[in-house]
């Protein structure tokens, strides 16, 4: 359906290695990284963009990011229905990764508004919009959410949340 190309495919090798490269310049090129791994190729265009969008199965994340986004989007379900809302703090000392997962969508969408990138797709966004997602959380979190880290009455919250999740 994509173009995803397993590790153990080594005939595929090439390729797979060439499409690595082109998606990690995208985010290069969109700012989205700073990584030292290569430098930006200034040869990446918006033109070159289109291009690679206009293949039919082309996707600019790979499979195992796309499952990784699910997979988040359920433990923040899981956290919505113990605590009430989807304000997960930021850090989250139990779930480290779901509070790293919600920081990033809030960065993502405040860019994706700007112009800056669009690495957020619509659809993503409607699917978080429609369980409570708040984009803005400043004055929006009260102040027992804020708490959620600290020792003491929350403590019960945390084991059902550790339970739950494993």
Aim: aromatic share 12%; hydrophobic share 30%; proline share 4%.
């Amino acid at each position: 359906k994509h173009i995803i190309l397993p590790k153990h495919v080594t005939t595929a090798k090439p390729l797979r290695e060439w499409l690595e490269v082109q998606r990690y310049q995208y985010k290069l090129y969109m700012g989205i990284s700073r990584g030292s791994r290569m430098k930006a190729d200034y040869r990446f265009t918006k033109e070159r963009i289109h291009l690679l969008e206009n293949i039919p199965t082309f996707l600019w994340q790979e499979s195992y990011t796309v499952s990784l986004w699910e997979k988040c989007f359920d433990e923040l379900l899981e956290y919505k229905e113990t605590f009430g809302n989807c304000n997960v703090p930021v850090p989250y000392k139990i779930r480290p990764e779901l509070g790293e997962f919600v920081r990033t969508h809030r960065v993502l969408y405040g860019q994706k508004k700007k112009g800056i990138n669009d690495l957020l797709t619509d659809e993503q966004i409607d699917r978080l919009e429609k369980v409570g997602f708040c984009w803005e959380v400043r004055g929006a979190v009260k102040q027992e959410d804020r708490n959620c880290n600290s020792d003491g009455d929350d403590e019960a919250r945390d084991y059902s949340w550790n339970i739950k999740l494993g």
